[in-house]
C-alpha cells in the first residue's frame, strides 16, 4: 500500500483543516488507518485511528471533541477533519496503515505516507 498525505497548511487559531490520505490499491477497506503528528524536537505521537471493523474510531486526549477522522473505502481516503486548531497543533502529521488490528502505537503500522505540514498561528 501506498499513502500519499494532503491537505495540509497555515491557519490561525481557531481555524480548520482537513488532511487527506490516499492510499493505492484495492484493499484498503481491510486496514486499519491512523494519523500521527510530529513537532520539531518531539517524538510522533498518536493522534486517531479509524478501524476497518465498525468504523471505530480511537482519538488521542489532546484533540478529543476538535479532530474527527472518518473514511471513504470506495475511495480509499482517510480524512482527518480539525477544527479549533491550537499552535500547539503544529506539527508534521502522517498517516499510516495496519494489516493487523491497529493501536495508539507506531509500531502496529506497516504503511506510512510522507507527511504534510500543519502550521497554526496565535
Known amino acids: 500500500v501506498q499513502l500519499q498525505a494532503f491537505g495540509g497548511g497555515l491557519v490561525q487559531a481557531g481555524g480548520s483543516l482537513r488532511l487527506s490520505c490516499a492510499a493505492s490499491?484495492?484493499?484498503?477497506?481491510?486496514?486499519?488507518m491512523g494519523w500521527f503528528r510530529q513537532a520539531p524536537g518531539k517524538e510522533r505521537e498518536f493522534v486517531a485511528l479509524?478501524?476497518?471493523?465498525?468504523?471505530?474510531?480511537i482519538y488521542a486526549d489532546s484533540v478529543k471533541g476538535r479532530f474527527t477522522i472518518s473514511r471513504d473505502n470506495a475511495k480509499n481516503t482517510v480524512y482527518l477533519q480539525m477544527n479549533s486548531l491550537k499552535p500547539e497543533d503544529t506539527a508534521v502529521y502522517y498517516c499510516?496503515?495496519?494489516?493487523?488490528?491497529?493501536?495508539?502505537?507506531?509500531?502496529?503500522?506497516?504503511?506510512w505516507g510522507q507527511g504534510t505540514q500543519v502550521t497554526v498561528s496565535s
Open positions: 499510516a496503515a495496519s494489516k493487523g488490528i491497529a493501536t495508539v502505537g507506531l509500531y502496529d503500522y506497516d504503511y
Open positions: 490499491g484495492r484493499t484498503f477497506r481491510n486496514y486499519d
Open positions: 479509524s478501524s476497518r471493523n465498525f468504523g471505530g474510531t
